[in-house]
């Protein structure tokens, strides 16, 4: 019978424990009880001390040299919390808000040796969930008793890694005729990852011939632009944009990512927007958080043009990155199509940094 869930499912569930503040187990060599640094109680802390041994709090090394932690393991840190450290120690560490009012949050002492692995799995879990990623981490005797004994979900090391590396597969869910502003003759298709996370779409307009190249736009959901209509991106205009250009010439297949603030999250995106108001540049601001330039998958667009029927885009883009992962996901670009619209005097020093640190040709 098949009533369990497989690694898929359970990273799910995973992810849903570790945003509600429930611990998770995670087993490999050894195993390791994961807290979110983000969603840490006072009295879960506790209860964790209670257990003995060595809690560390797992950072990234973006967020480890914002900090002046030593790094000994690749892209992460193991910080080892100080005997009367609380949950706000825990939050201060992994969350940046008030670097600048209480720069000097060391001296640190970092965890070296042994294997890192579990660590690992841990923060990516937390970036998998739309978390800050940070996690307290204690080893355990026995993994699997102990997460019998509370009723927690066990994450395994080596099913799980290569899911977390894995690009979703998106599966078609229904579609439906919707006229818009841009074209009465709109079709808007929703599309469910396999990993149980956030829906995509692709709004199709008219009827673009499968053996062309079809005009195309990746676009990742921006709330505050999108909705809201901010000055800070320019997002707005470029989803406005290229509706009106496919809307002109009749056909076009805009792809609707939920994977906002550059794969980071909303939550996490209106943190690097406080960075922001603080001096800090977009780039800067995700590593503070502990996040690198960008953490989108492009290659879910890929994956849903080809499985609409699509082989070759004309891309409007002024994203090098997009044309490269798309051609690397089996999709031929034929022509980047620039989309250069939305500049204004919010957005100058913004579009400024796409330009100058992520190649972005504006």
Not at 32 to 59: F, H, K, S, Y
Not at 125 to 137: N, W
Not at 214 to 239: E, I, N, W, Y
Request: proline share 6%.
């Amino acid at each position: 019978m098949s009533f369990a869930p497989d690694m898929t499912e359970i990273l799910a569930r995973a992810r849903a424990d570790l945003r509600m503040g429930v611990p998770v187990v995670v087993q490999g060599q050894g195993a390791v009880l994961v807290m979110a640094a983000e969603t840490l109680t006072p009295q879960r802390l506790a209860d964790l001390r209670a257990l003995g041994g060595d809690p560390v709090l797992a950072i990234t090394a973006r967020r480890a040299e914002t900090l002046k932690a030593r790094v000994y393991d690749d892209d992460l840190a193991r910080l080892y919390l100080p005997a009367d450290a609380g949950a706000a120690w825990v939050e201060a560490v992994a969350d940046p808000a008030d670097d600048l009012d209480m720069p000097m949050k060391g001296p640190f002492r970092s965890a070296r040796g042994g294997d890192a692995g579990l660590h690992h799995l841990a923060i990516r879990l937390a970036k998998s969930a739309r978390l800050l990623p940070a996690a307290v981490v204690l080893d355990l005797p026995d993994g699997a008793g102990f997460a019998a004994q509370h009723g927690l979900t066990v994450v395994l090391e080596t099913l799980a890694a290569p899911l977390l590396d894995a690009s979703p597969q998106p599966h078609p869910v229904v579609s439906a005729r919707l006229p818009v502003e841009a074209s009465e003759a709109g079709r808007l298709h929703i599309f469910r990852p396999e990993d149980g996370a956030e829906e995509h779409y692709a709004f199709e307009i008219g009827s673009p011939p499968r053996d062309k190249p079809v005009l195309a736009r990746l676009h990742s959901a921006c709330f505050t632009g999108d909705v809201m209509g901010s000055l800070k991106c320019d997002c707005g205009p470029q989803l406005r944009g290229a509706l009106a250009q496919m809307g002109a010439e009749g056909a076009g297949v805009l792809l609707y990512l939920n994977q906002e603030g550059r794969g980071i999250g909303l939550a996490n995106k209106m943190r690097a927007y406080s960075l922001q108001d603080q001096g800090f540049d977009t780039v800067e601001a995700n590593h503070r958080l502990g996040f690198e330039d960008d953490e989108r998958d492009f290659q879910l667009g890929a994956r849903i043009l080809k499985s609409m029927g699509f082989s070759a885009v004309r891309l409007l883009t002024n994203n090098p990155r997009k044309i490269a992962m798309m051609e690397k996901a089996g999709v031929q670009v034929v022509e980047r199509v620039p989309l250069k619209v939305g500049e204004g005097a919010h957005n100058r020093a913004y579009l400024a940094t796409k330009a100058a640190k992520s190649g972005h040709l504006l």
